[in-house]
């Protein structure tokens, strides 16, 4: 059963630094985008200046197709902050990029964009399971949330 949701304000939200607001903005505009390095070409999430492989400050962002699996899940009982008590037990999934497996992004998997946190089923939890992105606003920030993809 679902739950209202708390006021965007209430949940946290992600605080973007210089290097990380580009990811945000792409955000903002229904985009997935990860950082690249402009000299080698190889993908690094979180975003950062330097490049952990060659050591060039140029980077780029490329489109990402907004398909992964997940890689791992957890369900906190009870919730760690209170603002997400009225959602526990809710999911947090760490989802595995199709476009760069070696890339992982956290977030919940929903029924729908602006849907309550607790609004999947548990049993449809499943480690390998396929997600698509999607994006909400919330206090002010777009943040990427969780589909199951559909066949």
């Known amino acids: 059963m679902t739950t209202p949701s708390p006021a965007a304000d209430e949940l946290l939200v992600p605080v973007p ?17 990860v950082q690249a390095c402009a000299s080698c070409g190889r993908l690094r999430f979180p975003p950062r ?27 906190p009982h009870p919730p760690l902050l209170p603002a997400y008590a009225a959602q526990a037990p809710y999911n947090v999934i760490l989802v595995e990029l ?35 992105v999607v994006f909400t606003r919330t206090g002010g ?7 199951p993809e559909k066949s």
Do not use: K
């Open 17 to 33: 630094d210089e290097d990380g607001a580009p990811f945000w903005e792409y955000a903002a505009r229904g985009e997935l985008r």
């Open 98 to 132: 199709a476009d760069a497996p070696h890339i992982r992004l956290a977030g919940n998997l929903v029924t729908s964009a602006d849907a309550p946190l607790d609004s999947v089923d548990p049993a449809r939890l499943r480690i390998g399971a396929r997600v698509q």
């Open 141 to 147: 920030v777009t943040v990427p949330r969780w589909v």
């Open 49 to 75: 200046p330097c490049c952990p492989h060659c050591q060039s400050f140029d980077s780029e962002w490329r489109p990402m197709s907004g398909r992964g699996r997940i890689w791992s899940y957890v369900r």
